[in-house]
Structure formats: structure tokens, C-alpha cells
């Protein structure tokens, strides 16, 4: 079956209307599977793909995402993607049913999917320039490799593992019971290969007839600019090994970003808290203020007022997984002094009366304050 060609319509496949459940769709395909299945019509080629007809409809519609792109969008191959046949037909006993509308060969050592080893996390500690700018960064972690003394086999001699008798080489193996809905067949790991497919004979000394071992390893990762506390990174096939002819799991490394005494990040920008005196507020000065590029320039113009914000563009932080720069973002504040010397308040109260600045309520006592303060 051409799964790209001209397709009926699923709905009608299953002899269904477009509000039925999920509960009427799995009903009307089991009364429909068992009708047209090949082994109850003696290999009949139209009932064969009359079964694959059904049996394509179901694996889309039973499927709440994939019938809501189907509702939408009508058949495309992207339904496909990712799709585990065991999945959907494990109770029916059809989990190979798409092998045929693929080509697939149906042997059984064919069919048997290549175990996978577990996903390992480790984490990685870098400075807050580095999360800014991005680094390399060599990593440590505690990972399953092929065992080296019997290169992944599991058994210390060439002869010493047979297909397992149970599963057939599968791995798994299909369990009937019996339910008022009729018989229901589920699919479960193999007890006595526990879903190798092989039985070791002779199991090797060093691994224990497992085909891996613990070992430490280092790999070198390019965290990229702009990474944030926390973000992860996939290393593809690095991760733990189930021995030959398995597959490795992946490497996920987290970072942490070490806080910066100075800086805090906003996105991609930068904050600083920048405190000046009333004095250099009013009168202006220039300074040095540290960047994530090194020591800057600025000035603070007379005048300037609490809470003023001074923006240097592009010294924030990189985009990740871009170029661009986010700000670095001074905020000002005006520290006022707690205590104050005789010739400090003595200018201040000066000041006041210039700036005709009420303190008690009239411009008298302004004068009778200064006046007092300097006999003192």
C-alpha cells in the first residue's frame, strides 16, 4: 500500500462518523480487524489490504494528536513520524502490521528493534562571562561501555550465546487472557532473556554475561553563548551501552551558572546598582564601571536624578544561539548621608537658604540655623 497515494477517507474506512469516541473507534476496528485479518481469510489478497486499510486508520484516529492534524489537515506522511506499531496494536496482537505497508522484511531477527542504553545527566559549573560569551568545557561522568574482555558479547567464548527459546530472538513475548470484550493480547519483556533475545551460556567474568561496564569518560562540549542557569545539552551517544548491538543512550549535561558578585542578568541584558553621592549627582563626574568586556568609561551628567538608568548598548549578554547583544543597564541611586559633620550641615543649611528650600516652615529659621551653627 502506497501510504502517499489517494487515500479514502479513515472515517469511512471504519465504518464511523466524525463525532464518534475513542471508545467507538477502537470497537469497530476490532470487529473490523478480526473480520479481515489474513490468517482468517487463507491469505486473500483483498482482504489483506482491506486489513492494512483499517489498520492504518486506526493507528491515526485512535491517536488523539495525530486524528486532531488529520481533522485539520487531511493525510500527509508527517502522520507517520515517530510511530511505534507496538504501541498501538500491542493488545490486538498487530504490533508488525506496518511492516507491510513500509516493505519491511518480517524476519525475525529483522524485526527485533536494537536495544537502547539509559540517558545519563552530569553537570557542568562555569563562570558568568563564560554563560555570556560561551566555552569549552571538558566533562567528567560515570557512564556503561562495551565491556572490553568480551567486546560487548557477554559471554567469555564465541559460542556462548544462543537465541533465546521463549521470545524467538524478540525480546518480548504476546500474553492472551481473556476479558467479556474478548481475548486481549499484551506484550511484555521476556523473562527469561529479560528482553536480550539471547541467553549467555557462559557468561564473561568481567561483566557478568551483561556486555558493559562502569567506567569513567571525559568529553569535550561547546556550551554556547547566552546559555542560562540550568539549560541543558544533549550529547547524542554517550550515555550508557547495553553491550554489542545495542545502542548508546545520550549524555544530557546541565549547566550551572555561578553568580557574579557585581552583574544580574534580565534576559540578555545586564544590571548593575551604581551609588553616588548627592554631590556628585548634582555636580557630575566620570567614572570607571566594569563590563562583561572590561573596564568602561562613563559620565554622569549634572543633574542626574535618583533612580536614572544609563544604557551601554550591546555589553549585555550574547543571544543564544544568535549574535546579537542584549544591554548592560546601570541603575543609579543617591546615597544621603546618615551623619553629617559641623561644616557639612553647615554648607547644607547654606544651600537650603540659597535655594530658598523650606526645613521648618519659613526662611527665618533657615538663617537663625546657620547663624547658630557658626558660633558653635
Not at 77 to 89: C, I, R, T
Not at 224 to 242: C, E, T, Y
Not at 351 to 369: K, M, P, Q, V
Amino acid at each position: 500500500m502506497d501510504l502517499a497515494g489517494q487515500k479514502k477517507d479513515y472515517y469511512l474506512v471504519l465504518e464511523l462518523e466524525r463525532s464518534c469516541t475513542t471508545i467507538e473507534i477502537k470497537k469497530s476496528y476490532r470487529k473490523l480487524a478480526h473480520k479481515y485479518h489474513p490468517d482468517v481469510n487463507n491469505g486473500n489478497p483483498e482482504a489483506e489490504e482491506k486489513f492494512k486499510e483499517i489498520s492504518e486508520a486506526y493507528a491515526v484516529l485512535s491517536n488523539p494528536e495525530k486524528r486532531g492534524q488529520y481533522d485539520q489537515f487531511g493525510f500527509n506522511k508527517n502522520l507517520f513520524e515517530d510511530f511505534d506499531p507496538n504501541s498501538v496494536f500491542s493488545e490486538f496482537g498487530f504490533g508488525n502490521i506496518f511492516d507491510a505497508f513500509f516493505g519491511r522484511a518480517s524476519s525475525t531477527s529483522q524485526r527485533r528493534a536494537r536495544s537502547k542504553g539509559s540517558d545519563i545527566r552530569a553537570v557542568v559549573e562555569i563562570s558568568f562571562k563564560e554563560s555570556a560569551f560561551g566555552v569549552k568545557k571538558e566533562v567528567e561522568y560515570s557512564v556503561d561501555t562495551i565491556c572490553q574482555e568480551c567486546d560487548g558479547k557477554g559471554s567469555a567464548t564465541e559460542d556462548g550465546v544462543e537465541t533465546c527459546r521463549t521470545c524467538g530472538g524478540m525480546g518480548k513475548v504476546n500474553v492472551s487472557r481473556q476479558t467479556f470484550i474478548g481475548d486481549i493480547i499484551t506484550t511484555s519483556t521476556c523473562n527469561d532473556c529479560r528482553g536480550r533475545g539471547k541467553i549467555i551460556k557462559d557468561p564473561c567474568k568481567k561483566c557478568r554475561g551483561r556486555g558493559f561496564e562502569n567506567d569513567r569518560k571525559k568529553v569535550k562540549v561547546d556550551i554556547p553563548g547566552g546559555i542560562h542557569n540550568g539549560d541543558q545539552l544533549r550529547v547524542s551517544g554517550k550515555g550508557n551501552s547495553l553491550g554489542r548491538d545495542s545502542i548508546n543512550g545520550d549524555l544530557f549535561i546541565t549547566t550551572k551558572v555561578l553568580p557574579h558578585p557585581e552583574f544580574i542578568r534580565e534576559g540578555d541584558n545586564i544590571l548593575t546598582d551604581l551609588e553616588i553621592s548627592f554631590a556628585q549627582a548634582a555636580l557630575g563626574f566620570k567614572l570607571e564601571v566594569e563590563t562583561l568586556d572590561g573596564k568602561e568609561k562613563i559620565t554622569i551628567k549634572p543633574g542626574t536624578q535618583p533612580k536614572r538608568k544609563i544604557v551601554l548598548k550591546s555589553r549585555g549578554m550574547v543571544q543564544l544561539n544568535g549574535y546579537r547583544r542584549g544591554n548592560h543597564i546601570i541603575n543609579i541611586d543617591i546615597k544621603v548621608p546618615t551623619k553629617l559633620s559641623r561644616e557639612e550641615r553647615t554648607l547644607l543649611l547654606r544651600l537650603a537658604e540659597i535655594r530658598n528650600d523650606t526645613l521648618d516652615g519659613t526662611a527665618d529659621s533657615i538663617f537663625s540655623r546657620i547663624k547658630n551653627t557658626s558660633k558653635k
